[in-house]
Structures are given as structure tokens and as C-alpha cells.
């Protein structure tokens, strides 16, 4: 990458597949059925071996880590984060129909767990014996081994990457795909994440009191917390010159991205929510589109006290009385930590593909401060540019925004 | 992209007024471990308190980098870190362990992700801009690189803080020793290249502020940045070639080779092969015998690079074959356990030359 090279023709960044898995299906077209016949992923967990299990319900993918295994037909033992991120961002190539070997491509993966699934398991006989515990479960530990994993398993050797912004990390894995099509550095770009559910994550947000013990509502005035979800979501960016070359379809276009800091607090959102904000806002301004041509907002909607507030204020202020229809489908897939952005950025693609919007399930009430009334039903509408919003420990916040090709 | 300033903590002094390696810090063991400096001239003892390890160092590096710099305020901070927060994470782990589950502090979790650091750099500095954390093994420090590239051809006028960040934790030590990685019985790192196997460990925080457009005071240019995961011997020639050529310039042109030769010859044999290939006639050096091996240790390396292109002089600690050369162009080239190989080009911003 030379850093005084020339601008050349700017590229369009099409969206030419998508892919996906979570608590509520493992493919685009089971992910669908579960919108509109309102089944939600949350329950009890089954797979994972916590002391929370009958306690704290999740968004848990329902398969084992061997159907997994079975199911891609790849070797035994990896970590549950690259079993599901092999899962999706094959299907996301499949559904592209795009020959990645042909050209300059890369793979940017976002994940905030990595390997932990197996470095629990690992860590509790090092702790009696340092020289005890399984090497197997360990060489897989840091994030960027998954996203190792995932490019051995397409074939990408161009480039790749992992973002880890703890919940924002997907939308900023492809806004950085995004830039480097653009600006002519790659032609095709695999961009998402992957986040399994670990003990270290469930108890980690279990000791901040923000895990709910009911299935989570977000943005209604009774939430009370968020459930932990797993999964993995991937699209496929391709240039203009690939677009029309290979005869892809162009699903979307990214039109638009922003990625700001809350700069408040290490994990609450400011009250006026001005990180949020701020990313809306800078997004709108890269699409060169108004709040009036916004027609459905995927919320990032974790369902606790903290982040609704911040973000229904942030959305009120910047889109006025006049709200496009929103919703958070973490009520169906829990919070999917690293993944959210990849799944959801899928799942805003949907939106455009089928010209409709999401329902935000539980919702009874709006939160008395904002009396914002999210999308309750599926519906059919004209739908030409969905904003999808992500923020994240740290301050971080980013937002992107999808249009219809 | 212009370095206007940097900070590096390191297993060396790296940082304060001192000549460039005048005095080298020696360790016995399979490590080296941060010479770290007085944090509460940094940061608010307050602050400091709740802290681990590489919060402190990585922080303090970039608060160094922007003194250096003249600036208050960076347009946007980009992290690469390969490991991430390892003490925080190892001690969330362990009391979740001990505790079967029960009755935890949140603190260690919530400072266990990998963006605490940029996450904190931002509070600290109520940097509401542009924040973004790699962590790709011995890509991280390179892909921030990459995304600094984007943001400044996009818009030149940014100052953009790009850093990178890794420590050494006793459990993430004595794993690493399980793999074989280190050399078992080491007098002093400048022994490092005696013997073929096994690296030594490393740690250390190194940032710099970069920026589009030329000042008066710039440290030095950086003009390509290249990544290539797992190549062949071929494929890494080919494209360190096609990286030159695109700067317009030779291998011949390349005036210092900086090499990220860990010691371990199972990994080390391909850079040497392409340096002896096609850098017959460039000076060259080592630099993990001063910083040990780690995924980010290329952030030491470009502070290295960086130092030598604006003194114009390569200390004896750092040069293995001296061929004379003025210094103009330099290129890191690195490699992580063969598995990541990167390369970093550096210009001389001296009017002089």
C-alpha cells in the first residue's frame, strides 16, 4: 500500500452476498422465516458449561460445536468462533457467486472473544499446575487466529485483518473493507464477525448487572438488561469493475459510515448520547443523505437502561419528530457482542432485499423520556437506505448506512 | 504520510532525552521486559490507580508521541495489538475460575478488551474523533498503518495517533515457553543470533503521529506499507519488488535493511535468504535482540527506523553489515514465526541530503 499514491477513480462499494448464523437460524433464508413468524432465539442455554445455565437465558446457535464441525467437515477442535465465522463468510462467498481467487481480496473479521471458549476450558488446570492444561486449547486464543482460520478456509491470502472495538467491531471491519475498495487498494473484500458465547463474556457482563434474567426488551420503558447471543454475520464488498465484470448482483451499496468516540466513560454511553450521535450524523454526511431519506434504523437496542436511553436520545435529536422505522433485532438473536454489526449489517441488507422492515419483539411501553415507538410488525415498505448503528466498551460508536442499489 | 512525533516505551531507553541506544539494557532469561518510565508525569495518579500494565504503557506512549508532535488533540487514534489487555483478561479468568463463577469485580473485564487502550487515550484526551483497534498477530501495527493511509489520502491535513501495544504476563509467559518459542538458557539478548533456536520474549508500546502533509520538523516519511501472510519464498520477493518499483525505486535504492530476525532459524530463513538476495549492497541490521519478539514488535521498529533516518546514524548496537551508505531509504522488513512477514518503507525528511 504506497502512501502518496494518486487518487484514481473512486469505486462504489456493492454488497454482492451476504451470510449469516445466529440464535434464530443458521442461514439468510431461516433468518428470514424467524423474522416473519416472530420466533425469537432467546432460551435456555444448552451447549455451554456455565454455572449460569438455568439462570441467565441467551441467543445461543443450536448446534454443538461437532455438528458444526461436521456439518463444514473441517478438522476437530477449533474454537467455536471460528467454527461459526467459517460458517457464515462461506455462505456469504457462495451467495456472491464471486471467484475470489481472481482477484486482489481480502478477509477483515471482527471478534472480541477470539479462542476464549477453548482458553477457559485451558485455564482452569494451568491454575493448578502451570505446566498442566491442554496446547491444543490455547494456540487458537487471540482474536486474530480466527480470522486466520477463516481466511485458510477461503483461500485469501491478499490481506486480512481483525477489528476488535469490543460491540462496534464488525461495522468498523467493513468500513475499512469499504475504504480500501473505494480508494482502489482491493477489489473484493469479506467483511464481518464472528463471536461465540463464552463463560468469560456471560460473566463478565453478569458482573455489571446488565444481563436480564427474562428475554431482553429493548427500547421498552420495562428493560431491564440484555442477553448475551453468539454468532457470526459476513457480507461480500466488491468494486465497481468486479461488480460488472463477473455479473454480480449489487444487493446494496455502502453508502455511507462514521466511527466516533463517546469519549464519556470506559463502558456507559454519555446521557445525551453524543458519540452515537455524532456517528449517525458523520454517516448521513459521507452518504450525502438527509434523516428524511433514512426509511429503517437497526438499532443497536442492547435492551439495558444505559444504552437505549443514550441512543433513542441521540436518534431523537438528529431525526427530529419525524422517525423512520426502527427496531433492534437483538430481541431475537441477543447481543452477539464482536458479530452484532456483521449479523445486523446482514440483516439491513434483508431489509433492502425484501423491501421490509424488522419487528422489535417484547416491545409494550416506551421509555417515558423519549415515548419512541419502535417497529413492532413486519412490514412491506419502500425501503432505499437502512442506517445500522453499533457502539461498543471504550466509547466506541459507528454507524453505516446500506442503500438500495 | 509524515511522522511528527512518537513515543515508544520499550525494553530499551526509548524515551526522554537520551542518545539513540547509547547505553543498552541487557537481560539474562528468555525475556526482556519494558524499561518503563515515571507514569505520574503522564497521567493522573487517580486515573493510574485502576490501570494495568499495558493500559499504562500504551497510553503514556501515545501522551509522548503527541508532546512530541505539538499537538493536544489527534483526528483520530488507530491501535494494533496482538495479544490485547493480557493481565486484565488473566485475572478476570482466574477469579472467574476460583470463584466457580461467583461474586466478581467487573474492573479486570471490562479493561480486558483489546480497545481499552485507544478507549482510554480518547477519555483522557476527550478525543470524540476517529477511534479504531487491530489486532492481526504481526499485522496489527501494519493494518493501522494501512488505515491511516486511507484516512489521510481521503483528507492530508489529519493528525492521526497510530500506535502499537503488547506486554508480557507471567501465565502468557509461561505458555508461550510451553510452545518452544524461547531459547532456553541465554547469558544476554545481544546473544540472540548465536544460537539457532528459540526467540526471546518481548513487550512494548510505540506510537507516532502521522500526518499527510510535510512540516518543518518531520522525523522522517513513511512510503509503503506491505503485508503478506504466509508467501512463498517468490511471492514475498515479487512483492516486496512491486512495492519498490511503485515508490519509484530499486532494491539497489534501499540504503538500510532493518530485519525482524528473532533468532530462531526455523523462522528466520526466508528474510535472510531475501535479504542476501536482493539487498546485496544495502546496510543492514537486527532489531529483536533489543526488543524481543512480539506481534507488534514493528512499532519499535519503525521508532527505530524512524530515529536512524533523522540522526542520520545507525548505532553499532543495531548494525550487522556496514556498507557505508548515506541513509535516505529504509525498509523494515519483518517476519512473525513465519507466518507474517510485513514491510514498512521509510524516507529521510532531511533537506540536506
Known amino acids: 500500500m504506497l502512501t502518496n499514491r494518486p487518487d484514481t477513480l473512486k469505486s462504489r462499494v456493492h454488497v454482492a452476498g451476504v451470510g449469516v448464523i445466529s440464535a434464530i437460524g443458521v442461514s439468510v433464508n431461516e433468518t428470514l422465516q424467524a423474522f416473519q413468524h416472530y420466533r425469537s432465539g432467546i432460551g435456555p442455554i444448552n451447549f455451554l458449561n456455565t454455572a449460569h445455565q438455568h439462570s441467565l437465558p441467551v441467543g445461543e446457535v443450536k448446534l454443538s460445536n461437532d455438528q458444526l464441525e461436521k456439518k463444514l467437515g473441517v478438522k476437530p477442535n477449533l474454537t467455536r468462533t471460528a467454527l461459526l465465522g467459517i460458517h457464515a463468510a462461506r455462505q456469504a462467498v457462495a451467495h456472491a457467486r464471486v471467484k475470489i481467487s481472481n482477484w486482489r481480496s481480502g478477509l477483515i473479521s471482527a471478534t472480541t472473544v477470539g479462542g476464549m471458549d477453548k482458553t477457559e476450558n485451558f485455564f482452569s488446570e494451568f491454575l493448578q499446575d502451570t505446566q498442566r492444561g491442554n496446547l491444543h486449547d490455547v494456540v487458537n486464543h487471540e482474536c486474530g487466529k480466527s480470522t486466520m482460520l477463516i481466511a485458510d478456509d477461503l483461500g485469501i491470502h491478499g490481506f486480512l485483518s481483525t477489528v476488535n472495538t469490543a460491540c462496534s467491531s464488525s461495522v468498523n471491519a467493513i468500513m475499512l473493507g469499504a475504504r480500501l475498495i473505494t480508494q482502489g487498494m482491493l477489489d473484493v473484500v469479506v467483511a464481518g464477525g464472528s463471536d461465540a458465547l463464552t463463560k468469560f463474556t456471560l460473566n463478565g457482563f453478569n458482573s455489571l448487572m446488565i444481563l436480564d434474567g427474562e428475554p431482553c426488551r429493548p427500547f421498552d420503558a420495562t428493560r431491564n438488561g440484555l442477553n448475551l447471543g453468539e454468532g457470526a454475520g459476513f457480507v461480500v464488498l466488491v468494486s465497481d469493475r468486479v461488480h460488472e465484470q463477473e455479473s454480480l448482483d449489487s444487493l446494496a451499496l455502502v453508502s455511507g459510515f462514521a466511527n466516533t468516540n463517546d469519549a464519556f466513560h470506559q463502558t456507559a454511553s454519555s446521557p445525551d448520547g453524543r458519540g452515537p450521535y455524532s456517528a449517525m450524523e458523520q454517516a448521513l454526511k459521507t452518504s450525502g443523505l438527509t434523516t428524511a431519506d433514512i426509511h429503517y434504523i437497526n438499532l443497536h437496542g442492547t435492551g439495558t437502561l444505559n444504552n437505549d436511553l443514550s441512543e433513542g436520545t441521540a436518534v431523537k435529536r438528529l431525526f427530529g419528530e419525524h422517525l423512520p422505522a426502527l427496531s433492534s433485532t437483538k430481541a431475537f438473536t441477543g447481543h452477539t457482542l464482536g458479530a452484532s454489526g456483521g449479523i445486523e449489517a446482514v440483516f439491513s441488507v434483508m431489509s433492502l432485499m425484501h423491501q421490509s422492515v424488522w419487528p422489535n419483539l417484547r416491545f409494550a411501553e416506551a421509555m417515558p423520556e423519549l415515548g419512541i415507538v419502535p417497529q413492532k410488525t413486519v412490514e412491506q415498505m419502500s425501503v432505499k437506505n437502512v442506517m445500522s448503528n453499533s457502539f461498543g466498551f471504550g466509547g466506541n460508536c459507528s454507524s453505516i448506512i446500506l442503500s438500495k442499489a | ?353
Open chain 2, 1 to 353: 504520510m509524515y511522522i511528527k512525533g512518537m513515543g515508544t516505551i520499550s525494553p530499551q531507553q526509548s524515551w526522554g532525552d537520551e542518545t539513540l541506544l547509547s547505553q543498552i539494557m541487557q537481560s539474562n532469561g528468555d525475556r526482556l521486559t519494558c524499561y518503563e518510565p515515571e507514569y505520574e508525569q503522564w497521567i493522573d495518579p487517580k486515573n493510574l490507580r485502576r490501570m494495568s500494565r499495558i493500559i499504562k504503557l500504551g497510553v503514556t506512549a501515545g501522551l509522548m508521541a503527541l508532546k512530541e508532535a505539538d499537538i493536544t488533540n489527534p483526528d483520530g487514534i488507530i491501535t494494533g495489538t496482538g495479544y490485547g489487555c493480557l493481565d486484565d483478561t488473566g485475572i478476570f479468568l482466574t477469579k472467574m475460575i476460583l470463584n466457580e463463577e461467583q461474586a466478581l469485580n467487573p474492573t479486570p473485564f471490562i479493561q480486558s478488551t483489546h480497545n481499552t487502550i485507544g478507549g482510554q487515550l480518547a477519555l483522557l484526551l476527550q478525543c470524540q474523533h476517529y477511534n479504531q483497534t487491530y489486532t492481526q498477530g504481526a499485522f496489527s501495527v501494519e493494518s493501522s498503518l494501512v488505515d491511516a493511509v486511507l484516512q489521510l489520502r481521503e483528507n492530508p491535513t489529519k493528525k492521526l495517533l497510530i500506535g502499537g501495544a503488547d506486554e508480557i504476563t507471567e501465565a502468557s509467559h509461561a505458555i508461550q515457553k510451553r510452545f518452544g518459542f524461547f531459547k532456553k538458557e541465554l547469558n544476554t539478548n545481544l546473544e540472540l543470533f548465536n544460537t539457532p533456536e528459540g526467540t526471546i520474549n518481548g513487550e512494548g508500546a510505540s506510537f507516532v503521529v502521522l500526518s499527510g502533509e510535510a512540516g518543518a520538523h518531520d522525523i522522517a516519511s513513511i512510503e509503503a506499507v506491505q503485508m503478506f501472510y504466509k508467501p512463498s519464498d517468490a511471492a514475498l520477493q515479487k512483492g516486496i519488488t512491486e512495492a519498490l518499483t511503485q515508490c519509484g525505486i530499486d532494491p539497489s535504492d534501499v540504503d538500510f535493511i532493518l530485519s525482524g530476525k528473532s533468532g530462531d532459524e526455523r523462522s528466520d530463513g526466508v528474510l535472510q535468504n531475501v535479504t542476501a538476495e536482493m539487498f546485496a549492497s544495502s546496510s543492514s541490521g537486527y532489531f529483536k535482540h533489543l526488543c524481543g519478539e512480539y506481534p507488534t514488535a514493528s512499532s519499535f521498529a519503525l521508532w527505530l527506523a524512524a530515529r536512524i533516518l533523522h540522526e542520520h546514524h545507525i548505532p553499532d548496537a543495531v548494525i550487522v553489515r556496514n556498507t557505508g551508505r548515506s541513509v535516505k531509504n529504509v525498509l523494515i522488513l519483518n517476519q512473525y514465526f513465519g507466518t507474517y512477514y510485513s514491510l514498512i518503507l521509510l524516507q529521510s525528511c532531511r533537506a540536506t541530503l
